[in-house]
């Protein structure tokens, strides 16, 4: 028999039979590995423990000390878990899919009931008495023939049109845990008894279309998360508790910053206090980029389509696109036009007027930009995902030398303005070429160079997303975390070489001919809408003074104080504060506990202690104590707190 070498992690290697799986390398090394080990990795590649190894590899076993294939398999294990029990309370359901997700797994069921809460307990009490089976999991490679016969004779119609999904070269593998079986690529646990029984919560229900084929019948989707203990579990339960409390539609609601209805699907209706937060971050941003070098402008919003096809996205982004058509006085045909998706287009006409020298560049335009793209239904989310929105986009056209200097330029203001926003830490990933590229390997490497040597020189760790870069160019995402260990996609930094070519963009370089100039797509905040639901969701709508819609409410605490009530508010909205009287004949409490749950930051309480001493009573949200100043004293203090950072 033919004999591999399996190299292990600390450089030893050892001589095998072709054909040893991973639970028999690791039988060898150690009774206790052979009983804690979970899978394998077998050249980077995650590997069953049943699998045969046929070649030479590099080997590692993975136990559940390891938390990135733990938590795979464990999370893999329980949506099969979930599965079979469910079929073994109700034998009638078809199952379809159930993939793993980032913090659980889910699974699509085909069942003509609606699954209930009292089901999902039924359900939860099942998957345990299965772990506490602890039944085998095996694994077997079945022909295509074989594996469609079985699931037709059983009715499983959506295996079957899985099947036909699979690759031809793709091997059928067949898992069995205890008598149940199903469809997978695997890899799996040794026996159920592995799961953690007390690291899983089945979530909730919802409606799904098989691969989201709105054409299809709808099945009904069960999630559930999973960790490897129970304080795992326990730990992101309360985050989810967290989140819940600081999700921006009910903030929204109780601050009346915003809402959404059915006539508008997607587009936001911003009430004042919301719209005094909008503009307060856009008038932020714009002194932030005017400083920065950049020269702002205004595209138009309804474009035709002839500058789409130019730009590539009618052929590939019209699914996405609001089309408008338009009866012109005379013409024989309607003018198609288009809502933009994006600005970047529109940003390359504006380069284009005149003619441009290598002396004007780097040419860095900005536009608080509205645009519109088509999104579904399902996908829609509060302020998170909507289909008409505004960024803070602009566009960088440069020289290749000018490339990293730019990067660097443009990492350094993002960092700044993200520390201003109350963001203290950000994640960066450069993705680079793809196999599928436009531009010689030579172009390829000077840009993706200059990417890392921007990042490199600021100090800041980074990590690669090997080969997920645009055909066109390299790009860097800047990925924000939370108030509660949230993270965010936000910021973007991308070169482009392909749009100045397909729009004619070009400048007169130094040796007098006329050459491509890169475009640096880039954006900080993003879209506003979904950058203001973060910092709701960041601040649990406790937002920083200078940036709160209603910054101070002016409460009297008897009608003998209203007169100076004014007078406060009166002084205080002099020196810019956005002050509010609350002369109401209610008690002080009942006013101090309305503003608290409109996360109003400041409360001036007035008596007629205070009218006698012109001193006001402050009160600070989420604070019990109060603090007695002068009135001169009060609004000066407030007066500084009110400036944004970039004014302090």
């Not at 052979?34 to 590649?45: E, F, L």
């Not at 109700?90 to 609606?114: A, M, N, Q």
């Not at 001919?513 to 973060?534: Q, V």
């Not at 400041?602 to 007629?608: E, Q």
Request: aromatic content about 10%.
């Amino acid at each position: 028999m033919a004999q591999i070498s399996l190299t292990f992690p600390d450089g030893n290697s050892r001589v095998y039979d072709a054909g040893v799986t991973p639970a028999e390398v690791a039988a060898s090394i150690a009774p206790s590995l052979a009983k804690n080990a979970i899978s394998a990795s077998v050249d980077g590649a995650h590997w069953d423990l049943a699998w045969p190894i046929e070649a030479d590899a590099k080997l590692a076993i993975n136990t559940m000390k390891d938390p990135e294939p733990s938590l795979e398999l464990i999370r893999h294990d329980f949506a099969h878990v979930m599965a079979r029990a469910v079929q073994e309370i109700w034998p009638d359901v078809k199952v379809t899919i159930g993939p793993v997700t980032e913090t659980g797994w889910f699974y699509d069921f085909d069942r003509s009931e609606p699954f209930t809460p009292e089901d999902l307990g039924a359900i939860e009490k099942k998957m345990k008495e299965i772990i506490n089976a602890r039944d085998p999991v095996k694994t077997e490679v079945w022909d295509r023939a074989r594996a469609i016969a079985y699931y037709e004779e059983r009715g499983e119609t959506f295996k079957v049109e899985l099947i036909a999904r699979i690759p031809e070269d793709a091997p059928i593998r067949m898992y069995w845990h205890g008598e149940w079986q199903d469809l997978c690529r695997g890899p799996h646990l040794q026996h159920t008894g592995q799961l953690p029984a007390d690291a899983f919560k089945l979530m909730g229900v919802s409606g799904a279309y098989w691969f989201g084929d709105v054409s299809r019948p709808q099945l009904q989707r069960i999630t559930g998360v999973a960790f490897r203990n129970r304080d795992e579990l326990k730990a992101h339960l309360t985050m989810l508790e967290e989140a819940a409390k600081r999700d921006h539609r009910k903030l929204g609601r109780e601050m009346e910053l915003f809402h959404l209805q059915e006539e508008a699907p997607g587009m936001v209706f911003w009430h004042p206090n919301g719209w005094t937060v909008y503009r307060l971050l856009q008038e932020y941003m714009g002194r932030r980029q005017r400083r920065a070098g950049y020269k702002e402008i205004k595209t138009p919003q309804v474009v035709d389509r002839v500058l789409w096809e130019k730009s590539g996205h009618w052929d590939n982004y019209r699914e996405n696109m609001f089309i408008v058509e338009v009866d012109e006085e005379g013409a024989k045909e309607k003018r198609i036009n288009a809502l933009k998706p994006m600005n970047c287009p529109c940003h390359v006409q504006v380069y284009n007027q005149g003619l441009k020298s290598y002396r004007d560049l780097p040419l860095r335009l900005a536009e608080f930009g509205s645009c519109h793209r088509y999104e579904s239904s399902g996908s829609m989310h509060g302020l998170m995902r909507v289909r008409g929105f505004t960024q803070d986009d602009a566009h960088i056209f440069c020289t290749e030398d000018q490339i990293e200097e730019e990067c660097g330029a443009f990492i350094a203001l993002l960092s700044s303005v993200y520390k201003d926003l109350g963001f203290e830490s950000f994640d960066i990933k450069l993705s680079t070429r793809p196999e599928v590229r436009i531009g010689s390997d030579e172009t390829w490497d000077k840009v993706e160079g200059a990417l890392k040597g921007a990042i490199e020189r600021l100090g800041l760790p980074y990590e690669i997303n090997e080969g997920d870069g645009a055909f066109y160019g390299p790009k860097l995402d800047f990925k924000l975390t939370d108030a509660i260990g949230r993270q965010w996609q936000c910021g973007t930094f991308q070169v482009d070489p392909n749009l100045p070519d397909r729009l004619g963009a070009e400048y007169v370089g130094e040796d007098g001919a006329k050459h491509r100039p890169y475009m640096l797509h880039r954006a900080i905040l993003g879209s506003f809408e979904r950058f203001i639901g973060i910092l709701i969701e960041n601040y649990a709508g406790k937002m920083p003074f200078w940036l709160a819609p209603r910054q101070v409410v002016v409460a009297s605490i008897v009608s003998d104080a209203d007169g100076y009530v004014a007078e406060v508010v009166e002084a205080l909205a002099k020196l810019g504060i956005r002050a509010e009287a609350d002369t109401r004949n209610e008690k002080i409490n009942y006013k101090v506990r309305e503003h608290s749950v409109g996360k109003v930051p400041v409360i001036l309480a007035i008596g007629m202690k205070e009218v006698e001493e012109r001193t006001v009573s402050v009160r600070r949200l989420g604070e019990t104590r109060t603090e007695t100043l002068g009135l001169d004293a009060a609004v000066a203090q407030l007066a500084a707190e009110a400036r944004s950072p970039d004014q302090c």
